[in-house]
Nanobody, 124 residues
């Protein structure tokens, strides 16, 4: 049974918007994040948020993507605006009990719970 349940994503044109959601139905995690992997490329951290609500973003999405996690709710969102074709990838939600901030929060190494992924396709 999936520990993180993802929804959202799909297809959009360049300049458009999509929103991803991730529910952790059983446990509360200190840090949650979004990662993506395009064909032939390594998985990369997109955004993360810690238990204090402090976000961290990859440079490639700053100013366009917003990660949020409503207080006391185990739901994680990624609002993606002004999408670019290079944003197209499989997006994964991830979580860990450890509290991570900054660049470390964008490394997949310390995340031990993962969603199954959702596809995002952006056409030019």
């Amino acid at each position: 049974e999936a520990q993180l349940v993802q929804s959202g994503g799909g297809s959009a044109q360049a300049g458009g918007s999509l929103r991803l959601s991730c529910v952790a139905p059983f446990l509360t995690y200190s840090t949650m994040g979004w990662f993506r992997q395009a064909p032939g490329k390594e998985r990369e951290g997109v955004a993360a948020i810690d238990s204090d609500g402090s976000p961290t973003y990859a440079d490639s999405v700053k100013g366009r993507f917003t990660i949020s996690k409503p207080y006391a709710k185990n739901i994680l969102y990624l609002q993606m605006n002004n999408l670019k074709p290079e944003d197209g990838a499989m997006y994964y939600c991830a979580a860990t009990f450890g509290r991570m901030t900054g660049i470390r929060a964008l490394s997949s190494v310390d995340y031990n719970v993962w969603g199954r992924g959702t596809q995002v396709t952006v056409s030019s």
